[in-house]
Protein backbone atom coordinates (compact mmCIF):
# COMPACT_ATOMS: atom_id res chain seq x y z
CA UNK A 1 0.00 0.00 0.00
CA UNK A 2 1.15 3.49 -0.79
CA UNK A 3 0.71 7.24 0.35
CA UNK A 4 1.82 10.10 -1.31
CA UNK A 5 0.23 13.37 0.06
CA UNK A 6 1.21 16.61 -1.71
CA UNK A 7 -0.16 20.14 -1.15
CA UNK A 8 -2.16 22.24 -3.45
CA UNK A 9 -3.54 25.73 -3.07
CA UNK A 10 -6.52 26.88 -5.52
CA UNK A 11 -7.84 30.24 -7.12
CA UNK A 12 -7.43 30.26 -10.78
CA UNK A 13 -10.16 29.57 -12.98
CA UNK A 14 -7.61 26.33 -14.08
CA UNK A 15 -7.27 25.37 -10.57
CA UNK A 16 -11.24 25.39 -10.08
CA UNK A 17 -11.78 22.93 -13.22
CA UNK A 18 -9.21 20.57 -11.79
CA UNK A 19 -10.52 20.74 -8.39
CA UNK A 20 -13.86 19.69 -10.26
CA UNK A 21 -12.09 17.25 -12.01
CA UNK A 22 -10.48 15.77 -8.60
CA UNK A 23 -14.11 15.50 -7.08
CA UNK A 24 -15.83 13.36 -10.16
CA UNK A 25 -17.72 16.84 -11.20
CA UNK A 26 -16.76 17.13 -15.29
CA UNK A 27 -20.14 16.88 -16.72
CA UNK A 28 -20.75 20.43 -15.00
CA UNK A 29 -17.65 21.73 -17.05
CA UNK A 30 -19.49 20.44 -20.26
CA UNK A 31 -21.10 23.99 -21.57
CA UNK A 32 -17.31 25.61 -21.02
CA UNK A 33 -15.96 22.64 -22.76
CA UNK A 34 -18.10 23.28 -25.22
CA UNK A 35 -17.79 26.65 -25.92
CA UNK A 36 -14.01 26.18 -26.09
CA UNK A 37 -13.61 28.35 -23.09
CA UNK A 38 -11.15 26.84 -21.60
CA UNK A 39 -7.42 26.06 -22.18
CA UNK A 40 -5.59 23.38 -24.64
CA UNK A 41 -4.35 22.02 -21.25
CA UNK A 42 -7.22 22.26 -19.54
CA UNK A 43 -9.00 20.18 -22.67
CA UNK A 44 -6.62 17.92 -22.52
CA UNK A 45 -7.08 17.25 -18.93
CA UNK A 46 -11.22 17.21 -19.13
CA UNK A 47 -10.56 14.86 -22.19
CA UNK A 48 -8.31 12.56 -20.14
CA UNK A 49 -10.54 12.48 -17.45
CA UNK A 50 -13.75 11.80 -19.92
CA UNK A 51 -11.90 8.92 -21.88
CA UNK A 52 -11.80 6.98 -18.24
CA UNK A 53 -14.89 8.15 -17.09
CA UNK A 54 -17.93 5.21 -16.76
CA UNK A 55 -20.37 5.26 -19.39
CA UNK A 56 -22.58 7.06 -17.77
CA UNK A 57 -20.98 10.09 -16.70
CA UNK A 58 -19.26 10.06 -20.22
CA UNK A 59 -22.83 9.49 -21.63
CA UNK A 60 -24.06 13.11 -19.70
CA UNK A 61 -21.02 14.67 -20.74
CA UNK A 62 -21.47 14.69 -24.19
CA UNK A 63 -25.49 15.09 -24.08
CA UNK A 64 -24.52 18.39 -22.19
CA UNK A 65 -22.05 19.94 -24.51
CA UNK A 66 -24.15 18.66 -27.58
CA UNK A 67 -27.20 20.56 -25.94
CA UNK A 68 -25.00 23.78 -25.38
CA UNK A 69 -23.60 23.69 -28.91
CA UNK A 70 -27.14 23.44 -30.23
CA UNK A 71 -28.22 26.10 -28.30
CA UNK A 72 -25.79 27.96 -29.14
CA UNK A 73 -26.64 27.83 -32.89
CA UNK A 74 -29.89 29.04 -32.81
CA UNK A 75 -29.24 31.55 -29.75
CA UNK A 76 -26.35 33.36 -32.15
CA UNK A 77 -25.53 33.66 -35.36
CA UNK A 78 -21.39 33.36 -36.35
CA UNK A 79 -21.05 37.27 -37.04
CA UNK A 80 -22.69 38.76 -34.16
CA UNK A 81 -21.09 39.32 -31.01
CA UNK A 82 -23.29 38.63 -27.45
CA UNK A 83 -26.08 40.81 -26.49
CA UNK A 84 -24.03 44.08 -25.65
CA UNK A 85 -25.30 44.74 -22.50
CA UNK A 86 -24.99 40.58 -21.50
CA UNK A 87 -21.37 41.07 -22.22
CA UNK A 88 -20.26 44.23 -20.62
CA UNK A 89 -22.43 42.86 -17.55
CA UNK A 90 -19.89 39.82 -17.38
CA UNK A 91 -16.62 41.52 -17.83
CA UNK A 92 -16.70 44.61 -16.67
CA UNK A 93 -14.34 43.70 -13.88
CA UNK A 94 -12.12 41.87 -16.03
CA UNK A 95 -8.52 43.90 -17.12
CA UNK A 96 -8.67 44.92 -20.82
CA UNK A 97 -5.54 45.78 -22.42
CA UNK A 98 -5.92 48.86 -24.10
CA UNK A 99 -3.75 49.96 -26.81
CA UNK A 100 -3.03 53.87 -27.77
CA UNK A 101 -5.59 54.53 -30.41
CA UNK A 102 -4.78 55.12 -34.09
CA UNK A 103 -2.85 57.91 -35.93
CA UNK A 104 -5.84 60.18 -36.90
CA UNK A 105 -8.25 58.98 -35.09
CA UNK A 106 -10.16 61.19 -32.85
CA UNK A 107 -10.82 59.67 -29.22
CA UNK A 108 -14.57 58.49 -28.37
CA UNK A 109 -16.98 60.77 -25.80
CA UNK A 110 -19.87 59.45 -26.39
CA UNK A 111 -20.60 56.30 -24.03
CA UNK A 112 -21.86 53.60 -26.66
CA UNK A 113 -18.41 54.45 -29.11
CA UNK A 114 -16.33 54.27 -25.93
CA UNK A 115 -17.93 50.29 -24.64
CA UNK A 116 -17.39 49.69 -28.85
CA UNK A 117 -13.82 51.10 -28.52
CA UNK A 118 -13.05 49.07 -25.26
CA UNK A 119 -14.41 45.59 -26.76
CA UNK A 120 -12.80 46.05 -29.87
CA UNK A 121 -9.13 46.78 -28.44
CA UNK A 122 -9.06 43.16 -26.54
CA UNK A 123 -6.87 41.22 -27.99
CA UNK A 124 -8.73 38.88 -30.42
CA UNK A 125 -7.92 35.69 -28.27
CA UNK A 126 -9.11 37.41 -25.46
CA UNK A 127 -12.31 38.63 -27.33
CA UNK A 128 -12.92 34.80 -27.80
CA UNK A 129 -12.61 33.66 -24.48
CA UNK A 130 -14.76 36.13 -23.11
CA UNK A 131 -17.50 35.88 -26.35
CA UNK A 132 -17.26 31.97 -25.01
CA UNK A 133 -18.52 32.78 -21.44
CA UNK A 134 -20.49 35.43 -22.03
CA UNK A 135 -22.53 32.60 -24.54
CA UNK A 136 -22.28 30.64 -21.77
CA UNK A 137 -24.06 32.69 -19.98
CA UNK A 138 -26.57 33.09 -22.11
CA UNK A 139 -27.12 29.35 -22.77
CA UNK A 140 -27.37 29.28 -18.81
CA UNK A 141 -30.28 31.69 -18.98
CA UNK A 142 -31.70 29.65 -21.71
CA UNK A 143 -31.43 26.55 -18.65
CA UNK A 144 -28.69 24.26 -20.45
CA UNK A 145 -26.87 23.98 -17.25
CA UNK A 146 -23.83 26.51 -16.97
CA UNK A 147 -26.00 27.71 -14.05
CA UNK A 148 -26.27 25.32 -11.82
CA UNK A 149 -21.94 25.16 -12.68
CA UNK A 150 -21.73 28.19 -11.07
CA UNK A 151 -24.28 27.86 -8.16
CA UNK A 152 -22.42 24.65 -6.96
CA UNK A 153 -19.54 26.78 -6.63
CA UNK A 154 -20.98 27.09 -3.18
CA UNK A 155 -21.62 23.47 -2.69
CA UNK A 156 -19.59 22.77 0.81
CA UNK A 157 -17.61 19.18 -1.47
CA UNK A 158 -16.69 22.05 -4.10
CA UNK A 159 -15.48 24.08 -0.89
CA UNK A 160 -13.07 21.31 1.03
CA UNK A 161 -11.92 20.73 -3.22
CA UNK A 162 -11.08 24.15 -3.18
CA UNK A 163 -10.10 25.13 0.33
CA UNK A 164 -6.63 26.61 0.70
CA UNK A 165 -5.05 24.05 2.96
CA UNK A 166 -5.92 21.00 0.58
CA UNK A 167 -4.04 18.09 0.29
CA UNK A 168 -4.57 15.16 -1.39
CA UNK A 169 -3.82 11.39 0.01
CA UNK A 170 -3.98 8.36 -3.01
CA UNK A 171 -3.91 4.71 -1.50
CA UNK A 172 -4.36 1.35 -3.22
CA UNK A 173 -7.41 -0.45 -2.48
CA UNK A 174 -7.22 -4.39 -1.84
CA UNK A 175 -8.54 -5.60 -4.98
CA UNK A 176 -7.76 -2.82 -7.90
CA UNK A 177 -7.88 0.34 -8.27
CA UNK A 178 -7.58 3.39 -5.64
CA UNK A 179 -9.43 5.59 -3.34
CA UNK A 180 -8.11 9.41 -3.23
CA UNK A 181 -8.99 11.32 -0.52
CA UNK A 182 -8.76 15.15 -0.66
CA UNK A 183 -8.05 16.54 2.38
CA UNK A 184 -8.40 20.04 4.14
CA UNK A 185 -8.06 20.67 8.18
CA UNK A 186 -10.21 24.08 7.31
CA UNK A 187 -13.11 22.92 6.84
CA UNK A 188 -12.79 19.71 8.98
CA UNK A 189 -13.99 17.59 6.25
CA UNK A 190 -12.61 15.27 3.43
CA UNK A 191 -14.10 14.34 -0.15
CA UNK A 192 -13.39 10.36 -0.90
CA UNK A 193 -12.67 9.82 -4.86
CA UNK A 194 -12.81 5.94 -5.84
CA UNK A 195 -10.93 5.04 -9.21
CA UNK A 196 -11.16 2.29 -10.76
CA UNK A 197 -12.03 0.71 -7.48
CA UNK A 198 -14.22 -2.88 -8.82
CA UNK A 199 -17.57 -3.06 -7.68
CA UNK A 200 -17.95 -4.55 -4.05
CA UNK A 201 -19.10 -8.67 -3.82
CA UNK A 202 -22.90 -9.64 -4.49
CA UNK A 203 -24.82 -9.15 -1.14
CA UNK A 204 -21.73 -6.79 0.31
CA UNK A 205 -20.70 -2.91 0.39
CA UNK A 206 -17.75 -0.75 1.21
CA UNK A 207 -17.84 0.78 4.52
CA UNK A 208 -16.24 3.98 5.13
CA UNK A 209 -14.83 4.53 9.28
CA UNK A 210 -12.57 7.66 10.72
CA UNK A 211 -9.98 5.67 13.32
CA UNK A 212 -10.08 8.35 16.11
CA UNK A 213 -6.73 9.60 17.19
CA UNK A 214 -7.44 8.52 20.73
CA UNK A 215 -7.66 4.63 20.02
CA UNK A 216 -11.03 4.58 20.57
CA UNK A 217 -13.56 2.43 18.19
CA UNK A 218 -13.77 3.35 14.63
CA UNK A 219 -16.96 5.49 13.74
CA UNK A 220 -18.79 4.09 9.98
CA UNK A 221 -19.03 7.49 7.86
CA UNK A 222 -21.20 5.48 5.12
CA UNK A 223 -21.42 2.98 2.48
CA UNK A 224 -20.69 2.79 -1.02
CA UNK A 225 -22.71 0.24 -3.41
CA UNK A 226 -21.66 -0.27 -6.47
CA UNK A 227 -23.92 2.62 -7.82
CA UNK A 228 -21.90 5.33 -4.96
CA UNK A 229 -18.69 4.30 -6.36
CA UNK A 230 -18.45 6.69 -9.45
CA UNK A 231 -20.05 9.53 -7.03
CA UNK A 232 -17.43 11.55 -4.66
CA UNK A 233 -18.23 10.97 -1.03
CA UNK A 234 -17.63 13.78 1.94
CA UNK A 235 -16.44 12.91 5.26
CA UNK A 236 -17.10 15.13 8.08
CA UNK A 237 -15.21 15.83 11.38
CA UNK A 238 -11.77 14.61 10.96
CA UNK A 239 -9.75 16.97 13.09
CA UNK A 240 -10.17 13.89 15.61
CA UNK A 241 -9.02 10.74 13.17
CA UNK A 242 -5.74 9.54 12.23
CA UNK A 243 -7.17 8.11 9.22
CA UNK A 244 -9.40 7.13 6.87
CA UNK A 245 -10.52 3.10 6.46
CA UNK A 246 -12.38 1.13 4.09
CA UNK A 247 -13.89 -2.39 4.93
CA UNK A 248 -16.18 -4.96 3.04
CA UNK A 249 -18.91 -5.40 4.74
CA UNK A 250 -22.52 -6.80 4.42
CA UNK A 251 -25.06 -4.93 2.60
CA UNK A 252 -26.63 -2.78 5.32
CA UNK A 253 -23.24 -1.83 6.86
CA UNK A 254 -21.81 -3.15 9.97
CA UNK A 255 -21.51 -1.70 13.57
CA UNK A 256 -17.82 -2.06 13.84
CA UNK A 257 -15.54 -2.89 10.44
CA UNK A 258 -14.69 -6.31 9.27
CA UNK A 259 -10.82 -6.31 9.18
CA UNK A 260 -8.60 -6.49 7.49
CA UNK A 261 -9.21 -2.82 5.61
CA UNK A 262 -9.26 -2.58 1.97
CA UNK A 263 -7.77 0.64 2.09
CA UNK A 264 -6.56 3.50 4.78
CA UNK A 265 -5.39 6.92 3.74
CA UNK A 266 -3.98 8.73 6.81
CA UNK A 267 -5.58 12.29 7.54
CA UNK A 268 -2.52 13.84 9.57
CA UNK A 269 -0.58 16.47 7.76
Known amino acids: MTDMNKGRSTGSFGDAI???LASGRA?????????DAVTEQERQAIDGYISAAPEAERTAFFERVRGARETLALTFRAEEEPPAEL???????LPATMPAPAPGHAPATDE????????????????????????????????????????????????????????????????????????????????????????PPE?????????????SAPVSQGLMDADALSK???????????????????????????LPTVAAAPLGA
Do not use: C, H
Not at 203 to 213: A, D, N, R, T
Not at 235 to 256: D, F, M
Open 203 to 215: GKVYQMWLIPKDG
Open 232 to 258: PAMVKGISSAAALGITVEPAGGSASPT
Open 112 to 199: LSLARERKLRRPPATRRWLAGVAAAAAIALGGVGVGSYLADQNDPMNQVVRAQDVREASVQVAGGGTATVLISSEKDAAVVKMNGVPA
Open 27 to 35: VDLAELYAL
Open 18 to 20: AAD
Open 87 to 93: FDRIVAQ
